[in-house]
């Protein structure tokens, strides 16, 4: 197997795989989406009653325009850096799960109305490096009497157990398209030079009365050429061992992170099952 970088960025990439199959090439994808650990907030406790502000003398309502049950989701679904060398699971960790700064951050939110409740309200309490990766998102609207004050945990799990916890979005695999050009008897100049301009990427050229590909790893196999080419000069067909993979990630982890870790994974539970055939009499 062949891994080549097409491109990376700090939340995205696209790779290409060589000499793989499909069905390794979907277990790395199914891996990516369900299987990569990080950070979210998994527990939230509300102050119930009136919350006096301390600067003003005023009473404020402990309420929002929305259940606290809502709230808590919006919470839960808020990016939170991780640094897997550094949290585990509760139930991995060597403080039995109940709670130490290795499997679990907490977080603070205390505002008052009339204002918007952002992402970046919601304070860590302790490493500022743990504070939400999209500041500006909306999480609630307060009144001008209402307020939010709440305390939240952020412990590590995974998108099997809750779409809080996935990593990777978008995550999508599809062969290389391979293009083809054999010129039928028939075909015209004036039918070649319409293929390639017919061509959305810009990728199929026409000189000197030959029709020829660019840059082939940049076809999205759309179609369009051979709809163009009524002489049918021109076919792509998938490579079925060559494939690309990819993904998003919401910032928790980078691209480079997650795929390691789902590498590292596969290769865990490859090794596992074949320890349990191997113990089968």
């Known amino acids: ?85 550094q949290f585990r699971r509760r139930s991995e960790c060597e403080c039995g799960g109940t709670g130490c700064p290795h499997c679990q951050v907490m977080y603070s939110v205390d505002k008052k109305g009339p204002c918007t409740v952002y992402a970046k309200d919601v304070v860590p309490l302790g490493d500022a490096s743990l504070a939400i990766l999209e500041p500006d998102v909306p999480i609630v609207r307060l009144g001008a009497r209402q307020a939010l004050l709440a305390y939240a945990t952020a412990v590590v799990g995974t998108a099997r157990e809750h779409a809080k916890w996935q990593v990777a979005h978008g995550v999508g695999m599809f062969p290389r398209p391979h293009v083809k050009i054999a010129r039928k008897e028939g075909c015209s100049d004036a039918c070649l030079k319409r293929t390639a301009a017919s061509c959305p990427v810009k990728i199929l050229e026409f000189s000197n009365g030959k029709l020829s590909v660019t840059d082939e790893p940049k076809c999205i196999d759309c179609g369009a050429c051979e ?17 690309f993979l990819r993904f998003d990630t919401d910032g928790a982890l980078t691209p480079r992170e997650a795929l390691r870790y789902a590498l590292k994974d596969l290769k865990r539970r490859f090794e596992e099952s074949r320890e349990a055939i191997q113990a089968i009499p």
């Open 1 to 85: 197997m062949g891994v080549t970088i097409e491109e990376l960025t700090p939340r995205s990439t696209r790779l290409e795989f060589d000499a793989v199959t499909a069905s390794q090439v979907n277990a790395i994808r199914r891996t990516l989406l369900s299987d990569i650990p990080k950070l979210a907030i998994e527990d939230v406790e509300f102050h119930l009653g009136p919350i006096r502000d301390e600067a003003t003398g005023k009473d404020y309502d402990s309420s929002t325009s929305m259940f606290d049950e809502a709230v808590a989701l919006r919470l839960g679904l808020l990016p939170i850096p991780t640094d897997l060398s």
């Open 227 to 243: 709809e163009s080419c009524e002489h049918g000069s021109i076919s792509v067909e998938p490579d079925t061992e060559r494939f």
